[in-house]
């Protein structure tokens, strides 16, 4: 592979400065107007084609998305910050994300590199020892903070689109970059998935920074995301004074309350580990008034996609026959899904390979050692495997003390070279690789 | 009124004895075969007409029966404790309970008085101190013992009916004496009064011996008896190997917990007492296996018909919807149940003057003083009172220590000779007195 | 009784100006600055007495004074919307309400009336059939608003103030009115209680506006209030990653569901009613965390203050256990409450007295003819008993289609010159019927 | 190996003889008189020393036994089908079990086996085409069937003590033949290891028969049993009259269904499986009566003991949690239990040796390919490898069709002989083996 992949010192300030920009101006999942504001500018910058707003997600089948009202104040914080209006209008309600795209018009296969660029829901430390308050790139929206690296990853997909772009004459084929929205939450996978841009897919790669205290670790092929459904539940009673004439009423927050533990009590699956998890309830209306309405939010998992179904089908029985207990009505809304995707053994080597000799690299694994979360970057997994492609899914180790999903969590800026590089080297040796194959030969 | 309704010494020697027989041979409710069979026998014997087995019940409607097999052995422990076999086939599957008639042949209106005759489940205590067990006449039908006084009601039915026969001269049209079985449990008058027996009742009365140490204490109009519905739920789920493969279970102690918990989480009623009880569960088959069956025994009460029945009602959508959340089938009997009925206004004068000077009176109310159970004697009043007769609900306190339903519970034998004077009393002046009220003359 | 206890045109004016400013600026419980210091000025103009601020209260014992915050912003407003400034510094942290005290310096009892001042957590209506939003004077203080009739009863207080001033010749002894602040929540009474302001109260009158369309209807001895005790629960739990590691978790929803279940299944009381409600509930951080904090408002309360007390000791007993099933913390904090307790009897013709002949009313009854809820005075009435005064407590009916606690109440200002004459008229012929009483002669 | 360790026509007749002799006196756990008589008298007339009663398990520690009216009828009915009345009297009160030892007073290691002996609490089938019932040997003692395949177990033991005696003088060291009762509820192994008999062996193997339809398949290193807890929870409450006044109870079944749905809802352990169940649930007096008692089974699983160990530790707080809710007494009683050991990983080879070749083995493998249940023999492993000895857990496949633990389950008897020729070639092939290891040699 050629040494032009190690990006130059000038690349490198420029993965910090776009890392701390999106840092500083964090939008939590289908808000991202004007982190995809900046990215395709960017890209257009590059000459690269960008896709997005209804284009990329289809006009409907986006999962999760926030109110018209959430959306409105987003827009508007997104032109305030310095977004582009006619690129915020055109993402509209809620269609954010970008595709980049470079051809070569020279045959060869398509290799498609996602990052996603959502914040979380956190307050940011204002602690003097949290870099990004010290520093003065904290997050200035409230109540949003990127605090698993996305605004690492979205960075690094930029850093590869102007990297691949000055190797232009030595790619062949095509390549994509996908800066995914709303990857927290699992919801903004699967209308890019259904709007057609795998489809096309030979070898497809998503990254994520670790921070697992072990810099250079990487994991080519991690394989123990849990498949899961977020779902959403509404009970909507009657209220009544509770003093005057409690009979009345028809409690939401009792049916809850009901469903919440018959949920719990869901059966442990033998085939493989399961999850249930009411994370939140909000019910009632005052004290002494019979609850009228309880809202929960909740998630199941399952160590495959079939216990994941298993755990959401009784879940959906333990909720409606909840509700039937208490006579109220209930609404259960997915609001985000992933299943389990292997990622495809025979694209390993090679992902290895891509990330030899990188300097920072310590140690390669073909598997991560722990358990974790959930990922919806497994729909596009899905979909290359599907339709003959090979897909993967990259862990890059950094040296953090604060783990993903807290206020002080950190992005260790060193590791983005690294993911840069082995992308890029992965475009590059994409076609001799799916050459080199028995079955494709 | 005649001198002539007081009792004789024999007819006192022969309540006492008559009570402890039925004390010591208790049968509880639908398997009162032995009781019935002795009761004929002495109302035979008086010339009265007697009415039981199937014409007294119709042949479908009663509520609570038991199993064939419970049945068929109370059969044949009746007959070997002396009971005439025929009588006993004719009672066949449970019809139990004896209508006596006496028909005058003159004009005048129709009197009638109940009297319940069913044993309780208890294991009656074998204290030294405790009369039936130190003089002889304890149960020796294990499980089964008259904790409720029923025994006495059955001797005083037969006395009143000794001492009416004595009297048949000086009275005028015609007098029922019913036996009703199966009290317990509100599961008896139902089917009586469907067939009708009630139908042509001018005055009618049901009496309750009171174990509140108040001996003489006469209520009139007890008014205080809840609305109630007992009923039985099976839940059926599917059983599996808690260990194995737990999920392929269908648990129905789970759903039985539920339930419980919404059950006692029906709201209070604004517009007077109410109750709940889930009184046994029984559930599951073995400790590592899910559980697939439970049974639950279950009764609601309210102040009035109506409070009951918005427990009643509330309470099925809580299995229906407890079943639901678990997948699980279920079913609801109803087993027993009784209204809120209250005593005729303008019988409780007549009835007061019935007891009025008895040997052993001490005081006449018209209301009881604190709270009560349930009765479905007020199936009885309602139906007299709906076809416009009067009905009323009388009471005898008893010197006792111990209260209704313990396994020490006696009758005080001295309570006997006051109802059996009262009730004569109000058979022979009831035309006079029917004929006083200014709507009926 | 003197014909100048009619209020006159310019004072009924004056009723509906004071009721419809205290409409506009609605405070709640504690937060009641602008309204006081409003009171304050209106009694200092007419020479009287006025206590305030920590000496109403004593520095501790209130119950369910909000939190530093809130109640900076609530003097901020309070401020702006024309408060005096060293007024509401007085009542710094919550001491509001205040206490007039008019002195004749002649001999004679005390008569003490009681109005309460704090709004409702609820958003008016803005419907344009509703006359505050029509006339313009709906709340301008979001999520504040009068919604049972405080406001009215804050200007009784002050048109009965200007009234008894311009009578003052014709009073003996002392005439107190306090302005309560916080009786929605039962909580404002107590310290007023506490610091002995009722000690000498000889003839004490709280007075309700009441919504039930009977305009005149005046009841005199509002008995009907349920004991109740109103209190917050926390539940304080270990979070984890619902996926990663929930076994490192303590879930406090889960403790809080299983506290709402056994809240709910504390039994029925057989010596009288009795309620429980869980009105909201609030727990969890996010969906996929397991639940660390979950916060409960709840209430108990019963037809006496023995059946609330059982409630109240069952309540305390089931959330310590909830917490013990799942090892989280909990504290339970009470918030308010109130007994039951009856007016006094012998007051009962004078009030009625009082009231008759008053332009306007229409009715007058002893006592009210359905379910009521709770109210904090009951503590001052008790106070007052127990050191031998006299106490009742006084229903207005209005010609009001909405109802208390709606956000289309409304009071219907006719009321308010009854309430005030009616209360002058009291404070007139206590010396004369009080000298009446056989006891007291 | 010599040939000689082939079970003959004789030893092959006796192995069914035995088993269908234990197949139809079946006994439950800690009642195996009979069935530990008639092994005694085997192994006796074969020169073994036989060790019973109390010397086999220590006077106290052993697990889950039965009260002393089910043991008394036990020993009668022991005696009653043919047991002898001394050795019956030697197993008082439930030490079942037997100890088999031959001593070749050759220097070399103990190699011990274990065989348990105890039958499951089921109705066998009376099906014409369930063998048993064909051919006049189902269990003739009511509720008590070899649905798990022991009979066949301790047929297999006595088998190789025959076959042993006869290659005594090829034999060095000696040979220990456990018959362990209560292996149900995983009650029978403690007070077997505590007592010391398991410390000096040096090779340990248990042997199963598996249902799995497989015949001759052998699985010499069952490694996936769950550690597990069995216990027994009582809550005593007290009993009130539901309708007449419920508060005075205190309801042991509301506690109980708590307890069922706060255990159901411990949480999934990140580190592996686990389970929880509560088979039974029984509660209550009667309809109309709070109930005063309930008493639950349960069991915790975890994929290893600490994982078991973390769901017991959170059963016993939700169930004392649950009591102190509704103020009810309760005691936790662990009945039963096992942990998770591994096989000896250097003994594998050696026991597939063993196998090698036998007649009837199919398939020989290290590994089980399914969920298993739970084992105490686990116990006894884990005491040999503390002690520096080898220890493994064997699997014989059976052509079976129907579960175990179910009415119509069978013993393949073609099975026994391949267990019994295995073990002997353990037995004398020990020593060589044991020279063979690096770290013994």
């Known amino acids: 592979m050629s040494a032009t992949t190690t990006p130059d010192a000038d690349l490198r300030q420029s993965l910090v400065a776009w890392r701390r920009d999106f840092h500083r101006f964090a939008e939590p999942g289908w808000t991202e107007f004007r982190t995809s504001a900046a990215i395709i500018s960017v890209l257009r910058g590059l000459g690269w084609r960008t896709v997005y707003g209804p284009e990329l997600h289809g006009a409907s089948g986006r999962l999760g998305v926030p109110g018209p009202e959430v959306l409105a104040a987003a827009r508007e914080r997104a032109i305030a910050q310095g977004a582009d209006a006619e690129l915020v209008a055109a993402m509209g309600e809620g269609f954010t994300g970008v595709l980049g795209v470079l051809e070569t018009g020279r045959p060869g296969p398509t290799v498609c590199f996602r990052f996603d660029i959502d914040s979380n829901d956190l307050i940011e430390s204002a602690a003097p020892d949290h870099r990004p308050a010290a520093q003065g790139f904290a997050s200035v929206n409230a ?14 997909g930029l850093g590869l689109a102007r990297l691949l772009t000055g190797l232009r004459d030595e790619l062949n084929g095509s390549v994509k970059i996908i800066f995914q929205p709303a990857e927290e939450g699992l919801r903004g996978a699967h209308s890019l998935v259904a709007a057609g841009w795998l489809d096309d897919v030979d070898v497809f790669a998503a990254t994520h920074l670790v921070a697992d205290g072990r810099p250079g670790h990487v994991v080519t092929g991690a394989d123990t995301y ?4 977020k779902f959403d539940v509404e009970f909507a009673g009657v209220g009544a004074h509770a003093g005057g004439d ?4 028809r409690n939401a927050l ?6 919440v533990l018959g ?15 009411v994370g939140t309830l909000t019910a009632g209306e005052g004290r002494n008034v019979v609850p009228r309405a309880a809202h929960l939010r909740a998630e199941t998992r399952g160590q495959d996609s079939a216990i994941n179904d298993f755990m959401f089908a009784r879940a959906q029985e333990v909720v409606a026959g909840a509700a039937a207990m208490y006579g109220v009505e209930h609404s259960l809304t997915v609001v985000g899904r ?4 292997d990622p495809s053994p025979e694209l390993l080597p090679f992902a290895a390979a891509c990330f030899q000799d990188l300097p920072g690299v310590t140690v390669i694994s073909e598997r991560p050692d722990g358990p974790s979360g959930s990922e919806d970057a497994t729909a596009m997994m899905r979909r290359v495997k599907e339709r003959g492609g090979l897909a993967t899914y990259v862990h890059i180790g950094m040296a953090t003390e604060w783990g993903h ?4 969590f950190d992005v260790d800026e060193d590791a983005l070279a690294i ?7 992965m475009a590059l040796g994409a076609p001799e690789f799916l050459a080199s194959l028995p079955e494709r030969s």
Do not use: F, W, Y
């Open 143 to 156: 109540g949003a903070m990127h605090g698993c690296g996305h605004d690492g990853h979205a960075a690094m």
């Open 226 to 229: 849990l498949a899961s459904t």
């Open 246 to 249: 409690p009979e009345k009423g």
């Open 254 to 259: 009792l049916a809850a309350a009901q469903a």
């Open 263 to 277: 949920l719990h009590a869901i059966p442990r699956h033998s085939a493989g580990a399961s999850r249930i998890n």
């Open 338 to 341: 992933a299943d389990r995707e």
């Open 405 to 408: 999903h807290t206020e002080r």
């Open 419 to 425: 993911g840069v590089e082995a992308a890029a080297r």
